[in-house]
Nanobody, 118 residues
Framework: QVQLVESGGGLVQPGGSLRLSCAAS??????VGWYRQALGKQRELVAS???????NYADFVKGRFTISRDNAKTTVFLQMNSLKPEDTAVYYC??????????????WGQGTQVTVSS
């Protein structure tokens, strides 16, 4: 059974930093998109990393957030700097995973709350 677990969320002051992790249990991560959903709003793509390690960012986080992965390709990170109150949301990772010939597309984690407030 696939298990994706996000961690690293919390309460931080404006201008602060957090590092989110998305860890896969039992599978290797091929590609990941980090999404966020603020209260009352639609879920939106924040950043993504492809199987070839190409990265893309939403305009509203460019220059502030960085997506990366570990060498084992079991964890993807989202480094968030210069956080703003409007970054407050539940952050989710969505991953394409593989283990041998088994491939799972679009697996979601449970989300981690990020709150930016003074």
């Amino acid at each position: 059974q696939v298990q994706l677990v996000e961690s690293g969320g919390g309460l931080v002051q404006p201008g602060g930093s957090l590092r989110l992790s998305c860890a896969a249990s039992g599978f290797t991560i091929y590609a990941v998109g980090w999404y966020r959903q603020a209260l009352g709003k639609q879920r939106e793509l924040v950043a993504s990393i492809s199987g070839g390690d190409s990265t893309n960012y939403a305009d509203f986080v460019k220059g502030r957030f960085t997506i990366s992965r570990d060498n084992a390709k079991t964890t993807v990170f989202l480094q968030m700097n210069s956080l703003k109150p409007e970054d407050t949301a539940v952050y989710y990772c969505n991953a394409d995973l593989y283990r041998g010939y088994d491939v799972i597309f679009g697996s979601w984690g449970q989300g981690t709350q990020v709150t930016v407030s003074s």
